[in-house]
């Protein structure tokens, strides 16, 4: 495939609904795209639209240079991975894979070919004999995925293909399917509402909210540098904490301010502060949990009233207020502070965020 491009896409429901506004976004051949964002963002919507399972109310879908609005599902050359997989209970594991191509009347070898290479690859080749019925959850999904791989479409489309599955297979299936991506050399749409999905599996990532796109990038660029506060807060578990600080200016330099704690920022952050006229003003401190550290003797520190400790094994959680702001902090393992005491802790101060407080962007984007 050599490219397949969404352009000024719209989609308005009968019932007025306005599930995708204006979607721009060119998908290059071997991308592993990932569609990401809350429930009811649009992305399913989306996805069936590209597979033409959904008509596009406005705006223009082109697959390898051919506009394909108005082409059928079935000579878009996609396939689909749904949610839910249905495979045929009467048919083997070997059947449930042959019939779309049988449907598609290729020739018996060239079935018995795909559909072995597909086995091969998803581990699944001993049980080619078996009944559904004889399967684990996992070993159901493989075999929904393989009937599709068989294919051999220009695209694979997949909506949710994990999220009934148990988190332990879930982190097995996700490696395999990097694995798949690479072997198959294919182009993979995904949609998950799972953003450690997103960030494993995704070779770039679309962030979508209210059926518009907010960010289109790579997992670390989304994650480094988010376009807005809801990219910020939506990527990365435990989430960013927010917290609303005033800009002054102490000591000839520039600091944010709140509750009585103070932290001074960056050249960068300074001057970004200054050219964008928020000195004197309000806006919105993102810290990601891993940005807080135990405080050494010569850093600025805030001071974390801890509530909730949580030991993780590779790491400790500590949940509290620095000031008034709830927040979250991600500490190495072997701090020997409580529940119900409190911490000083000191902030990465060159990878905080700065959020304007009426339009939520990223006054640090770059
Ligand atoms: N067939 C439909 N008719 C009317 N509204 C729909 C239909 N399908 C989805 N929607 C609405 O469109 C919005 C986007 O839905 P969807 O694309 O399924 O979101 P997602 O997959 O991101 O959860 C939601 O508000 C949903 O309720
Ligand atoms: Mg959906």
């Known amino acids: 495939m050599s490219g ?130 004889a399967l684990s959850g996992g070993q159901k999904q493989r075999v929904a995925i393989g009937s599709v791989i068989v294919r051999q479409p220009k695209a694979y489309l997949m909506d949710e293909p994990l999220s009934n599955l148990d988190a332990k297979l879930r982190t097995q299936m996700r490696v395999e399917l990097s694995k798949l991506h690479k072997e198959l050399g294919a182009t993979i749409i995904y949609v998950t509402h799972d953003q450690v999905e997103a960030m494993t599996l995704g070779t770039r990532i679309v962030v979508m909210n209210q059926g518009e796109i907010q960010q289109a990038a790579s997992p670390a660029d989304i994650y480094q540098n988010p376009v807005n506060k809801f990219v910020a807060g939506f990527i990365g578990s435990p989430s960013m904490n927010f917290i609303p600080v005033w800009v002054e200016r102490k000591e000839e330099r520039i600091c944010l301010e709140f509750n009585n704690q103070r932290l001074f920022v960056n050249h960068i952050c300074a001057s970004k502060l200054l050219e964008g006229g928020y000195l004197g003003k309000r806006v919105c401190l993102g810290i990601r949990p891993e940005d807080f550290h135990e405080a050494g003797k010569k850093e600025q520190t805030l001071i974390l009233q801890v509530d909730i400790k949580e030991v993780l094994g590779s790491e400790i959680l500590l949940h509290g207020l620095i000031g008034r702001a709830e927040v979250c902090a991600r500490l190495m393992p072997g701090i020997k502070t409580e529940a119900g005491e409190s911490l000083p802790v000191s902030v990465d101060m060159d990878r905080i965020k700065l959020f304007d407080m009426d339009t939520d962007r990223n006054i640090l984007y770059i």
């Open 4 to 133: 397949l491009s969404l352009v000024n896409v719209c989609k308005t429901y009968k019932n007025g609904q306005n599930a995708v506004k204006d979607f721009n976004l060119e998908i290059k051949d071997r991308e592993f795209l990932i569609l990401v964002g809350p429930s009811g963002c649009g992305k399913s919507t989306t996805l069936r639209m590209i597979a033409g399972l959904e008509e596009i109310s406005s705006g223009e879908l082109w697959i390898d240079g051919c506009l394909m609005n108005m082409t059928s599902p079935q000579s878009r050359d996609l396939s689909m991975v749904f949610q839910s997989y249905a495979l045929y209970p009467h048919f083997t594991v070997y059947q449930n894979m042959a019939f779309g191509l049988k449907v598609h009347k290729v020739p018996r070898e060239e079935i018995d070919r795909r559909v072995r290479e597909a086995a091969e690859i998803l581990h699944i080749s001993h049980l080619l004999d078996r009944k559904p019925y």
